[in-house]
Every structure is written in C-alpha cells, then in structure tokens.
Nanobody, 122 residues
Framework: QVQLVESGGGLVQAGDSLRLSCAASGRTFSSMGWFRQGPGKEREFVAAINWSGGNTHYADSVKGRFTISRDNAKNTLYLQMNSLKPEDTAGYYC?????????????????WGQGTQVTVSS
C-alpha cells in the first residue's frame, strides 16, 4: 500500500518562500505530482515530475516560481515555492501516478496524501 505524507506548509507573507515535502512509502513509483485546492475551488494542477526527475511539467500560474524535484533514495518529493502570492493560498497535495506519462489531470493519479496548508498573506 502507498502512503504519502506532506509537510512544510505554513503561514507566510507575499514574496516569501516555502519548501513542501512529501514522504512516500510503499512500492516503487512512476510519476508524481503536486496539486492544490483553495476554498470553494476545484483541485488544480501545480507540477509533475517523472521517475528520474529529468522531465517536469508546470502550470502556467507557477512556472518560473515553483520547482518540483524528487530524491528517490529518500522516497521524497519536494516543491520549492518562491515569490509566493496570496493567490497561491490553498491546501497542497502530493500524488502518485502509476503510469509513466506525466499528467496534469488529477483523475489520472492513483494515490494521494492528506495535504498541507499554505497561506500567503498580502
């Protein structure tokens, strides 16, 4: 069974940085991703990364500010978030997709963490 545990969220000011982590346990994974969901909003794709880390994909809203990475030796996924904006406020979730292709569609992910809250004040 796959278990994902996110950490690193918090309350920050606009322009600050945060690094989210997602510790994974269980079977070997293929691609992984980060999604976010604000109050009253649909779950939104943030970033995805393949097994080797050599291929990444970002939502336009975070491109150039956020960086997804992974350390397979530690079974950990990261999301470095810089130049945070109030509109980045959301619960952030990591997810595992057992397929090889990167995807921005949350329905194509198989396992999810419980989420970590990021709040950015103006």
């Amino acid at each position: 069974q796959v278990q994902l545990v996110e950490s690193g969220g918090g309350l920050v000011q606009a322009g600050d940085s945060l690094r989210l982590s997602c510790a994974a346990s269980g079977r070997t994974f293929s691609s992984m991703g980060w999604f976010r969901q604000g109050p009253g909003k649909e779950r939104e794709f943030v970033a995805a990364i393949n097994w080797s880390g050599g291929n990444t994909h970002y939502a336009d809203s975070v491109k150039g500010r956020f960086t997804i990475s992974r350390d397979n030796a530690k079974n950990t996924l990261y999301l470095q978030m810089n130049s945070l904006k109030p509109e980045d406020t959301a619960g952030y979730y990591c997810a595992v997709r057992l397929g090889l292709r990167l995807s921005s569609n949350f329905r194509e992910y198989d396992y999810w963490g419980q989420g970590t809250q990021v709040t950015v004040s103006s």
